[in-house]
């Protein structure tokens, strides 16, 4: 697929409506609001991670700020809470559900029939075990799949948590959800990111096949150095750069990518993205 035929989508986090409205303005897709947190600060004890605290009342303030899409990351499905955060999810405009930490098909339906079609839903593959069961999801009716680097780096133990951008890992899962967007990582302005700068991960993710990536804690901070229309249409023009860059191949790219994987064998230094 040419991502300068279906359109690279970008979504952002953000609990403030200005800042929703002016990123929805100059180009963003959509907006994250993230309720993830419960287990989450033991799971990446000692990992420079963002964990965040969003609200019912951050979800329903940027539904009233916005029209265009809202996707709400929720907990890991538990019975003891899932059914109230979905609806509150829905009720308060949650256009698309995120269902985070998957590990076995049963939570997800469990998920989808809670839904019963009110609004989209969504799975992040990010365990090892969910890599390696990815074939059992194939036959949901999911809208979307994001690959999360960090909880996968912790699961499977691996030095770095770039290394999926340069394994099999991803293939395999697009080799599975041939018809479902599949995304990963983050983005910021092609020049910036740390470790490795932002226009080397857009090339890779370009090559593979990615469909979408998340705008976190570096795009916020660049927010503050360029103008966003600038900041949004510079990633633009790199993502359709990537697109025409044949002799930038994915094993070109491999080892482009490798030069950094010194980095993060420390698990207190953290990637910007």
């Known amino acids: 697929m040419n991502l300068t035929k279906k359109k690279f989508e970008l979504f952002l986090f953000t609990t403030n409506p200005k800042i929703a409205k002016e990123c ?21 004890d000692g990992y420079s991670t963002q964990i965040n605290y969003d609200s019912v009342e951050d979800l329903a303030n940027i539904r009233n700020a916005t029209d265009k899409k809202i996707l709400c990351r929720i907990n890991k499905f538990n019975l003891a809470y899932s059914i109230p955060e979905i609806e509150d999810a829905i009720k308060f405009g949650a256009d698309e559900i995120f269902l985070p930490m998957i590990e076995n098909p049963q939570d997800v339906q469990n998920a989808l029939d809670i839904v019963n079609g009110r609004c989209q839903v969504a799975i992040l593959i990010e365990t090892k075990n969910a890599v390696r069961n990815a074939e059992s999801f194939k036959n949901l009716p999911l809208s979307r799949i994001y690959i999360g680097l960090n909880d996968l780096h912790i699961s499977s133990g691996s030095s770095n948590l770039f ?17 479902i967007p599949v995304g990963v990582g983050g983005i910021t302005h092609p020049t910036k990111g740390s470790p490795i700068p932002c226009n080397i991960l857009i090339q890779q993710y370009v090559n593979l096949k990615m469909e979408f990536s998340f705008l976190r804690r570096s795009f916020l901070k660049d927010m503050n150095k360029y103008e966003t229309k600038k900041l949004l249409q510079d990633i633009r023009n790199e993502i359709e750069q990537a697109d025409s860059s044949p002799e930038k191949s994915v094993e070109v790219m491999n080892e482009e990518i490798k030069k950094y994987f010194t980095f993060h064998h420390d698990k207190n230094l953290a990637p910007t993205l």
């Open 24 to 44: 929805l303005d100059a180009g963003v897709d959509g907006i994250i609001i993230d309720w993830e947190n419960k287990e989450k600060d033991s799971r990446q």
């Open 163 to 179: 290394e999926p951008l340069t394994n099999n890992t991803i293939p395999f899962i697009k080799e599975i959800f041939p018809d």
